[in-house]
């Protein structure tokens, strides 16, 4: 393990976040927030001694990086990144250590659970960090490694790999620099025209849409309105932030496909056909639950039914059922976390369909979270051939997913991967309600924060925050935040003894 050269690229890496907190300091200094101001300047030059030190005392590291040193960076990357993140919430005195890295770490990892329990008080300086930490983690922190990457020759390779999730394959043939270059391109060309379409509705400001562009495309969740998108309760603003959310739960080898002139390369990926039709479906089934044509609750006694209407909202017109609905499953199943409605007192169907969508996902190679529609896929195909071979038994067919077969090996990796993911999820909701929290709460947490998805369903919900979570409960709900945008196993290598062992 080059160590030495790990403290190096950290040491690149701190300087690139403190160059970060710029932004915010502009618009620090255009509010007029004297003290935000000092606290984004006071963060990016402790931050800037820190990254100066570490290249200081690591200036003749060895340049050898292989596999351990991409994981080990990886990681270490994104856990430094959010306690740097964390800074200017401590300096501002808004948010006790812990909270400000459980926010952190939400942003980067485009999570979006908030433990702010009254965002507009906020300075709105601050307001655009959150927003913006989504926007970074969103492309990957890796993505401004671009100037750093082609220095590490097959390294650079491999982290790129492991930072990627999965969403190299339609690229591997390029080169490096091109394919971060056509994603970053990509990323920022739908922030801007999200940015622009909002400001078009007439109802968001400059600063407003450019906040909620970036947690769009970013599939993250965080707004600088208390009531999310609510607060505006414009359709106009709600088709847009609905397409751009699909943009982001969509693989960014697509994006860059299209954008070279294959607009038909969307409809040939078999994976991004079948992520349209069950967004499709769900958001029929939640329509016809929220507005009573089926799955309503039974009449209760009269004794029960207070408790009961705190618990689940009245039916409601179709059309205002399949409104709400389509905002909010979309923003459910890309993992994004806006609301316009509060879907934790939607009856027990959405319920369901909702936990089911969180932990599904977007697509591979997408800022979205979640176990990935491209595995769920491969599964369901892998059950139905295993199914027809149970009357076929000498019939022999390989997986496919858009016309292409799936290796064996692949396949053996999904199926690990998913079992490791169902467990990971048990053992966070066990930890969550042995906080004390019920048993909704504790597994909608776990779930939430696991699939950076953000609110949850009953206590965690859009309306609520998780600031009455214990501190040990938060910081273990920002380890499966890590968990969950690392992909398991990126992170989880970490906790192996061989793994910091030479030669093992």
């Known amino acids: 393990m080059n160590l030495t050269l790990i403290a190096n690229l950290l040491g690149r890496l701190h300087l690139i976040v403190a160059a970060a907190f710029l932004p915010s300091a502009a618009w620090a200094v255009y509010f007029g927030e004297t003290a935000a101001l000092g606290a984004f300047i006071g963060s990016a030059g402790l931050v800037s001694a820190i990254g100066g030190v570490l290249l200081a005392a690591t200036r003749r590291a060895s340049a050898t990086f292989y596999q351990r040193e991409a994981l080990a960076l990886v990681c270490f990357g994104w856990i430094f990144t959010g306690?740097?993140?964390?800074?200017?919430?401590?300096?501002?005195?808004?948010?006790?250590?812990?909270?400000?890295?459980?926010?952190?770490?939400?942003?980067?990892?485009?999570?979006?659970?908030?433990?702010?329990?009254?965002?507009?008080?906020?300075?709105?300086?601050?307001?655009?960090?959150?927003?913006?930490?989504?926007?970074?983690?969103?492309?990957?922190?890796?993505?401004?490694?671009?100037?750093?990457?082609?220095?590490?020759?097959?390294?650079?390779?491999?982290?790129?790999?492991?930072?990627?999730?999965?969403?190299?394959?339609?690229?591997?043939?390029?080169?490096?620099?091109?394919?971060?270059?056509?994603?970053?391109?990509?990323?920022?060309?739908?922030?801007?025209?999200?940015?622009?379409?909002?400001?078009?509705?007439?109802?968001?400001?400059l600063f407003e849409a450019l906040c909620h562009a970036f947690s769009a495309i970013a599939t993250g969740g965080f707004s600088p309105r208390q009531d999310s998108i609510a607060a505006y309760d414009s359709f106009a603003v709600e088709i847009i932030l609905i397409?751009?959310?699909?943009?982001?739960?969509?693989?960014?080898?697509?994006?860059?496909?299209?954008?070279?002139?294959?607009?038909?390369?969307?409809?040939?990926?078999?994976?991004?056909?079948?992520?349209?039709?069950?967004?499709?479906?769900?958001?029929?089934?939640?329509?016809?639950?929220?507005?009573?044509?089926?799955?309503?609750?039974?009449?209760?006694?009269?004794?029960?039914?207070?408790?009961?209407?705190?618990?689940?909202?009245?039916?409601?017109?179709?059309?205002?059922?399949?409104?709400?609905?389509?905002?909010?499953?979309?923003?459910?199943?890309?993992?994004?976390?806006?609301?316009?409605?509060?879907?934790?007192?939607?009856?027990?169907?959405?319920?369901?369909?909702?936990?089911?969508?969180?932990?599904?996902?977007?697509?591979?190679?997408?800022?979205?979270?979640?176990?990935?529609?491209?595995?769920?896929?491969?599964?369901?195909?892998?059950?139905?051939?295993?199914?027809?071979?149970?009357?076929?038994?000498?019939?022999?067919?390989?997986?496919?997913?858009?016309?292409?077969?799936?290796?064996?090996?692949?396949?053996?990796d999904i199926s690990v991967f998913l079992a490791v993911y169902l467990l990971v999820l048990c053992v966070g909701a066990v930890v969550m309600a042995a906080w004390g929290l019920p048993l909704e709460t504790a597994l909608s947490s776990a779930a939430a924060c696991m699939s950076c998805t953000g609110p949850g369903l009953a206590y965690v919900g859009p309306m609520f925050s998780y600031s009455y979570i214990p501190d040990g409960g938060l910081l273990f709900l920002c380890g499966l935040m890590l968990v969950g945008r690392l992909e398991l196993f990126t992170f989880l290598v970490l906790l192996v003894p061989a793994f910091w062992q030479t030669g093992k």
């Open 83 to 205: 306690l740097i993140g964390a800074l200017p919430y401590c300096m501002l005195g808004v948010l006790s250590p812990v909270h400000a890295i459980f926010e952190s770490f939400s942003g980067f990892t485009t999570t979006g659970a908030t433990v702010i329990d009254d965002i507009e008080a906020l300075p709105k300086s601050l307001s655009f960090w959150r927003c913006f930490t989504h926007w970074i983690g969103g492309v990957g922190i890796l993505a401004v490694f671009l100037i750093v990457l082609p220095t590490l020759g097959a390294g650079g390779r491999m982290l790129f790999r492991f930072e990627a999730s999965h969403g190299v394959p339609r690229m591997q043939r390029e080169r490096l620099r091109k394919s971060i270059g056509a994603i970053i391109m990509a990323y920022v060309i739908f922030t801007g025209l999200t940015t622009l379409a909002l400001q078009l509705t007439g109802k968001m400001d």
């Open 243 to 412: 397409l751009c959310m699909i943009c982001g739960a969509t693989s960014f080898g697509l994006h860059t496909l299209a954008l070279r002139g294959d607009w038909r390369a969307y409809f040939r990926d078999a994976e991004w056909r079948v992520l349209v039709l069950v967004l499709g479906g769900a958001i029929l089934i939640c329509a016809l639950n929220v507005s009573g044509l089926f799955g309503r609750p039974p009449t209760l006694p009269e004794t029960a039914r207070e408790g009961a209407a705190r618990l689940t909202s009245e039916p409601v017109a179709f059309g205002d059922a399949l409104r709400a609905s389509a905002f909010n499953v979309v923003s459910v199943m890309t993992t994004t976390g806006f609301a316009t409605d509060d879907w934790a007192r939607w009856p027990a169907v959405s319920h369901v369909v909702l936990l089911i969508l969180m932990n599904v996902g977007g697509s591979a190679g997408s800022t979205a979270g979640g176990a990935k529609m491209l595995r769920i896929l491969v599964l369901f195909k892998m059950f139905w051939q295993r199914v027809e071979r149970t009357f076929r038994s000498r019939i022999v067919r390989a997986v496919r997913v858009s016309g292409q077969a799936v290796e064996r090996d692949v396949l053996h």
